[in-house]
């Protein structure tokens, strides 16, 4: 049984190659490539025309840049945040960047930078919707409330909501279809989606909380116990910060009312 054990661990042992062993940077050099996990429904951030399929956004234009400082090949991996977990921990990506919002469930599992941008809960109606005129009308009896699966939204008005029932949907657009459609109220969104949703349809309806409701800060998001790749990115960020590249990225995109200052 002992040798058997041995023989075991000694062919596990075989098996990690330095490849294996090596860190994120090593193998981005190794392979010249940087993979960028995004989710690209992100308005502003990691959005993909649907028209164009062309990505555009203030964490595309950070990607990129990265990928300029590494002196590598930007490829950009579709991700979400009900998988974001799962993707970085499976190592499909080497980092996420869409505006990861910083939760204590989050940051159980994940490595953050420093936050670049924060945001509050906003809700979007449709226009039609007689039964919301201002944020105080949403925690009701009978009113439904919309939020993603996956999304910081979720536990946040699970604890929040006292009256109004909770509907999780299982995507992003499942949220909207619901709000659309009737079956739900509002659903719950932040700063950049909300521009999203007024900018491209012509019936939603923005209800701002009247003061901060839960303030959510963002950042970029990796394994942790990598120590070289991370103090590599905040090298990175710290100079688009000194230089001016990010705060140009993100008056580019329209985003300078979430600005960490």
């Given at each position: 049984m002992q040798r058997n054990t041995?023989?075991?661990?000694?062919?596990?042992?075989?098996?990690?190659?330095?490849?294996?062993?090596?860190?994120h940077l090593e193998k981005i050099k190794a392979s010249n490539e940087?993979?960028?996990c995004i989710w690209p429904d992100y308005y502003g951030i990691s959005y993909r025309n649907p028209k164009t399929l062309q990505l555009?956004?203030?964490?595309i234009d950070m990607?990129?840049?990265?990928?300029?400082?590494?002196?590598?090949?930007?490829?950009?991996?579709?991700?979400?945040?009900?998988?974001l977990i799962s993707d970085i921990e499976q190592d499909k990506?080497?980092?996420?960047?869409?505006?990861?919002?910083i939760t204590p469930q989050r940051m159980e599992k994940l490595r953050f930078t420093r936050p670049h941008l924060s945001s509050d809960i906003y809700a979007i109606t449709t226009k039609s919707n007689r039964r919301i005129k201002n944020w105080a009308d949403i925690d009701k009896p009978g009113?439904?409330?919309?939020?993603?699966?996956?999304?910081?939204?979720?536990?946040?008005?699970?604890?929040k909501l006292k009256q109004a029932t909770l509907l999780v949907t299982a995507t992003p657009q499942g949220r909207e279809q619901e709000v659309e459609s009737g079956r739900a109220d509002v659903f719950m969104t932040d700063y950049p989606f909300s521009r999203r949703m007024l900018e491209t349809t012509d019936w939603a309806r923005l209800v701002p909380p009247p003061a901060t409701y839960h303030l959510t800060h963002y950042a970029y998001a990796m394994q942790k116990g990598d120590d070289a790749w991370y103090n590599r990115v905040t090298?990175?960020?710290?100079?688009?910060?000194?230089?001016?590249?990010?705060?140009a990225a993100i008056k580019r995109h329209k985003l300078d009312p979430i600005a960490e200052r």
């Open positions: 041995l023989l075991g661990l000694a062919l596990a042992a075989s098996l990690l190659t330095p490849a294996a062993l090596a860190g940087l993979k960028v555009s956004g203030i964490d990607a990129n840049a990265l990928g300029q400082n590494l002196a590598v090949a930007v490829k950009f991996v579709d991700s979400s945040f009900a998988t990506c080497d980092i996420a960047m869409f505006a990861i919002g009113m439904v409330v919309a939020v993603a699966k996956g999304t910081l939204h979720e536990p946040v008005m699970r604890e090298s990175f960020l710290d100079s688009v910060k000194t230089d001016g590249r990010l705060l």
